[in-house]
């Protein structure tokens, strides 16, 4: 049985551009962003409007964290999957 964190990770590296990272010990973990060419608050603004999904910007955690959006998994398995299909959606129609 996969960890709620696994479905997460394992979803969100299949979406083109995006790059992930295992973190230990917590509900939330930080996609590498920055091949998308927009800020990390632009980008976090993005994937609310569109597909429906709440990020936090990096930069809310820091200058160092432009780039960066932060994704909780403390949810349902079946709330990951779907919050994934829609940012994978998103992102693959997604003019770059």
Known sequence: QPTRGTI?????SKVPMMK???????FCTF????????SSWEFSKELLI???????AGTAFGKMGEGYLR????????N???GVRRIKEYV???KV
Request: with cysteine; charged share 25%.
């Open 80 to 82: 990951i999957l779907e």
């Open 20 to 26: 992930t990272f295992d973190t230990e010990g917590s």
């Open 31 to 38: 996609i590498n962003i920055k091949d998308f060419g927009v």
């Open 50 to 56: 569109n597909a429906g999904v709440m990020t936090i």
């Open 92 to 94: 693959e129609k997604r």
């Open 71 to 78: 994704i909780c998994f403390a949810n349902s398995d079946e």
């Open 8 to 12: 997460l990770l394992d979803g969100l």
